[in-house]
């Protein structure tokens, strides 16, 4: 852990060396990466102006046309109407606000945790896939995980209830500065699913580019 070496980015610099990045692929964005600190080997991340976290707005749509503005929100609609509590799936649906959303999921009837947690994983890989399989998102994903040997993607959060998903940290300002509590805390699964979504799409992009005759 000690050859980590990290080297924070200012928002400006982060900004003009994503953009400098994308614009090689053709590929133009206006982003906040404010909440992003990127090192040779790790990607800490949190907050909802994070092109990463799971409430950053971004139009997604699933494969029965249905809309959702966030990750967020596709998942805890998906839990309601795993459930069958359609009044909860459609109050989740009718709302912006990110708290709102995680507050009704907690709220859903008939909810079972060893159900849901056997089908959480994939609920979360779909709604990372709709949203990182489309530009300018997946230049983002892939720009920041290309370090020396592949970088490591924590998601940091500061509240104790998301273990499952990140790594813990006590106080927000500890997200920008490298702790070894920081990354053996937590199951980071967030994280894990965004590497495998980044690999799966630069497999299906290497196929297309071999096999032009492949489906988009």
């Known amino acids: 852990m000690s050859r980590l070496g990290l080297c924070f980015l200012s928002t400006k610099e ?6 400098k990045e994308v614009k090689k692929n053709g590929v133009e964005f206006h982003v906040s990466f404010s909440e992003i600190t990127i090192s040779e ?3 800490f991340f949190s907050g909802p102006d994070c092109v990463f976290d799971n409430s950053y707005l971004v139009d997604l749509e699933d494969i029965y046309g249905n809309k959702f503005i966030s990750v967020l929100q596709y998942y805890q609609a998906y839990k309601a109407n795993f459930f069958g509590d359609y009044d909860r799936r459609d109050l989740i649906m009718k709302t912006d ?4 959303m995680v507050d009704h999921g907690r709220r859903v009837k008939g909810f079972k945790r060893s159900e849901w947690n056997e089908v959480r994983d994939d609920v979360m890989y779909v709604a990372i896939m709709m949203k990182f399989e489309n530009e300018p998102y997946f230049s983002m994903l892939n720009y920041f995980a290309i370090g020396k040997d592949g970088r490591y993607i924590p998601y940091c959060y500061v509240s104790d209830k998301c273990r499952y998903w990140g790594r813990y940290v006590k106080l927000k300002d500890e ?4 702790s070894e509590h920081m990354l053996e805390s937590g199951y980071n699964k967030l994280g894990e699913i965004l590497d495998r979504v980044r690999l799966d799409l630069l497999k299906k992009k290497l196929e297309q580019k071999n096999n032009p005759s492949i489906s988009q």
């Open 14 to 19: 982060l900004d003009y060396e994503i953009e």
């Open 41 to 43: 080997y790790f990607v």
């Open 97 to 100: 606000s990110p708290s709102k």
């Open 175 to 178: 997200v920008h500065r490298y």
